[in-house]
């Protein structure tokens, strides 16, 4: 069934919507499908440079994907999570019973092709180069997260105090420490720090279970990443952009103009952008396009703290594989991934066992809901976005397949695709985020 909007959604009044925040008059028009991180910035960014945006989605802002991550800009994340190519590690996750990453077989068999590009990627010579590619966009992430948050006086909502990666083994923990250096060259700022040190950064987390950690100091952390992506929406349609909440039912392009129709009407542009995260794919299938995209799913739910007790950053188990932080509804535990389909029900057992876990060294107290957050990570298999324009299709852009990295990309992507939709120079290549790049 259809959702609904409610009748209370974003307008802004014609008399608003005829000039762009810089007094210039606005000339082409642009719809943007999807209101989450990326789809915000893209339409931020647009409205910035003097289009008139409209903004659509079947829900409020940041209420999809970028409502359930772990809450941080990852300045760190210049290596992306590739496919393990050690036999030992393969055979680790076979049971099915590690923290880190579940599987549904079906799932497995489904998505095996994007599954074996995965593999073919994540080749050392050829990640390397992904890492080369897939870092210039991760070196801006913080500057465009901040022109943003500036413009809508959101600073209160992100703490610049980085977090912290700690390490149950030896092992992992020596391997990390040669990733840091190595993150050093792309500008990643890191220390490594003992478990006396961390007593020292969070008092209330027990250290025996851990050898050692790094503290990852220009990532941001991020209280309430709903509320952020929220923050941007209002600011872009206070500069003169429009919000509609309504479900898309299909989309077509007639005589130079794309026609969206919805459950409120049809809406006409000559531009049409596609930031539909994990639904990417599918939305796409009707124009002709088959993206190997596949969906990696994520769970969370936030727990009380014992009387008096804090955490002050948020953390990585590494050896487990997930994230516990500080935000404003409490402390919440994101799981790494499970590999399924969208429409799965729920299996809240991974989430159970790193419960467990995280009660280990934080005192934990109630959980704040009664069911976990589900959402899923848009995956492509050579690791990087899907940026710039449709190659089967003109005024047709896309901005998709972030995996992991969506809410710290956001920005940074809806500046590269606004400099590339416009005609102007880019402060990045987009050449290895072409949209035909996997044409055979």
């Known amino acids: 069934m259809a959702h ?13 919507r005829e000039t762009s925040s810089k007094g210039n008059k606005m000339s082409e028009q642009a719809i943007v499908i999807g209101a989450g991180m990326v789809g915000v910035s893209v339409a931020w960014h647009l409205q910035q440079q003097g289009m008139q945006v409209t903004l659509i989605d079947r829900k409020q802002p940041g209420e999809e994907t970028s409502y359930g991550n772990a809450g941080l800009i ?21 049971p099915n019973h590690n923290l880190d990453i579940r599987y549904r077989p079906a799932a497995l068999w489904h998505f095996k092709n994007p599954l074996m590009q995965y593999w ?10 992904v890492v080369a590619e897939w870092s210039t966009l991760i070196e801006h992430c913080t500057e465009t997260h901040d022109e943003m948050m500036q413009a809508a006086h959101a600073e209160h909502l992100v703490r610049k105090t980085g977090w912290l990666q700690l390490h149950r083994t030896t092992e992992t923990y020596a391997k990390a ?20 040190e961390v007593h020292e950064m969070e008092p209330d987390l027990n250290p025996s279970l851990f050898v050692g950690g790094i503290h990852w100091q220009n990532t941001w952390k991020v209280t309430n990443p709903s509320a952020l992506v929220k923050a941007y929406a209002e600011n872009f349609v206070a500069a003169g952009g429009e919000f509609k909440q309504c479900q898309m039912y299909n989309m077509q392009q007639e005589n130079g103009e794309w026609q969206v129709n919805t459950d409120q009407g049809r809406l006409s542009a000559k531009h049409l952008v596609v930031a539909t995260g994990p639904w990417s794919a599918d939305v796409l299938k009707g124009l002709g396009y088959d993206y190997p995209l596949f969906p990696m799913r994520g769970y969370h739910k936030h727990y009380n703290i014992a009387e008096g007790k804090q955490l002050n950053h948020s953390v990585l188990d590494y050896d487990c594989g997930y994230v516990i932080g500080p935000k404003a509804a409490g402390i919440r535990i994101t799981t790494g991934a499970e590999f399924t389909f969208q429409n799965a029900p729920a299996d809240e057992r991974q989430l159970d066992d790193v419960e467990k876990k995280a009660r280990e060294y934080l005192p934990l107290t109630t959980a704040v809901e009664d069911k976990a957050w589900i959402g899923h990570r848009p995956c492509m298999p050579d690791m990087k976005p899907v940026i710039g324009p449709a190659h089967k299709h003109g005024n047709l852009w896309f901005a998709f397949g972030h995996a992991h990295q969506g809410f710290t990309l956001g920005p940074a992507t809806g500046k590269l695709l606004a400099q590339m939709m416009l005609g102007q120079a880019t402060y990045v290549n987009p050449q290895p985020f072409a949209a035909n790049r996997f044409e055979k």
């Open 74 to 94: 990852q300045r760190e994340a210049v290596f992306p999570h590739a496919f393990p190519r050690d036999v030992k590690e393969i055979f680790k996750v076979i």
């Open 4 to 16: 609904r909007p409610p009748h209370c959604i974003w307008r802004v009044t014609s008399s608003t």
């Open 177 to 196: 420490i040669a990733e840091a250096e190595a993150a050093r060259a792309y500008g990643v700022q890191s220390r490594l720090v003992n478990m006396q």
């Open 120 to 129: 073919y990627y994540s080749d050392p010579k050829r990640f390397k180069t």
